[in-house]
């Protein structure tokens, strides 16, 4: 089994989280400037034997997809472009941003740490990797 990668894509710069081998665990990577994330994922995704891709994907609440997919839908359509043969799976993002702050506050981050945006990007992709994680196990039980 291969490790699965996340991304919480933004305009300026993207949040990456990956699994360890076994996809038991969901850790923050990096952050990315948006304009080099299919550079990144062109050399990471075979080194690191990368066998599937989550990305957040913004709805509001009532499932309707958020203003935001203008920015991610062309992302998702080169991604699939580039790489045929890595699945793609979209997962709700909803109040990622929210819950990441929520956790560097509960994880004692100074309040000049929570102001850093590449580390909230980077809490958010963990955080939609391990809903992804979560969602696969669930379907498995049912």
Known sequence: MGRALAIDYGRKRCGVAVTDPMRIIASPLLSVPSAGLEEFLRDYIPRENVTDVVIGYPVTVNNMPSESVKYIDPFIARFRKI????????????FTSRIALQAMIDGGVPRTGRRDRALADRISASLILQSWLKNIENKKKN
């Open 83 to 94: 790489f045929p043969d890595i699945p793609l799976h979209l997962e709700d993002e909803r």
